[in-house]
């Protein structure tokens, strides 16, 4: 199955500032989502980061919040914009390859 | 949105004993799967189901695609204490790659 490279795997940060995660596949792959897991909680879908055009957001989710990129098939970044406390949770990235959907190991990101 | 019904929320057993969980939809699945997760880290995918009636093993886990392809079980046998964990069913609907997740079931086996 696809390899996923996702960083950073863990952050404290400041109330007010933006994080960007980063996730590298190891082959080239069609379907990238971003999946957000709150403490204690399920994944939640955030959105589907397309190939060389704007990403598809879920319901509740807005791209001024997390505008993502995703400049070729292996690679995206997500980016968690004006952080609050709310916003503690864990950041996965999945992608869809030829051995179905695998997942990154995720950001743990604290707001403070 | 669309959810997967997930139960039990939590199991706390004896090593040896066998578990079962499962997972119930209002609509149907094109694919079912099954993900462990344990602390810091990602799903990890156990087993992956995609025709109504499959039914598949994968060493002590073994998982069947429900024949009305609205439900999903996942049983453990003679458990042991790394299985542990968090594990989530998925389900696909037709038309989308997207996957809704169950709420989990929290696992503890005491040894």
């Known amino acids: 199955s696809a390899v996923i490279s996702q960083k950073p795997s863990r952050d404290i940060c400041q109330r007010g500032t933006s994080l960007t995660i980063q996730c590298q596949v190891d082959s080239q792959v069609t379907m990238m989502f971003w999946y957000r897991q709150q403490p204690g909680q399920s994944l939640t879908l955030i959105a589907t980061a397309n190939q060389g055009s704007e990403a598809t957001y879920e319901s509740g989710f807005v791209i001024d919040k997390f505008p993502i990129s995703r400049p070729n098939l292996t690679f995206s970044t997500l980016t968690v914009s004006n952080m609050s406390p709310e916003d503690s949770s864990i950041y996965l990235c999945?992608?869809?390859?030829?051995?179905?959907?695998?997942f990154g190991s995720g950001t743990r990101l604290t707001v403070v | 949105g669309q959810q997967l019904n997930q139960s039990p929320q939590s199991m706390f057993i004896q090593e040896g004993e066998d578990v079962s969980m499962n997972c119930t939809s209002s609509s149907i699945f094109n694919t079912w799967l099954w993900y462990k997760q344990d602390p810091g880290e990602g799903p990890v995918l156990l087993i992956a189901l995609y025709k109504a009636g499959e039914l598949t093993s994968n060493g002590r886990l073994t998982a069947q695609f429900g024949i009305t392809r609205k439900d999903s079980f996942l049983n453990i046998s003679a458990s042991i204490p790394s299985d542990v964990g968090i594990y989530f069913c998925?389900?696909?609907?037709?038309?989308?790659?997207?996957?809704?997740f169950g709420k989990g079931t929290k696992l503890t086996v005491n040894p």
């Open positions: 998925a389900g696909q609907e037709g038309g989308s790659e997207k996957l809704v």
């Open positions: 999945s992608v869809v390859g030829r051995d179905g959907y695998t």
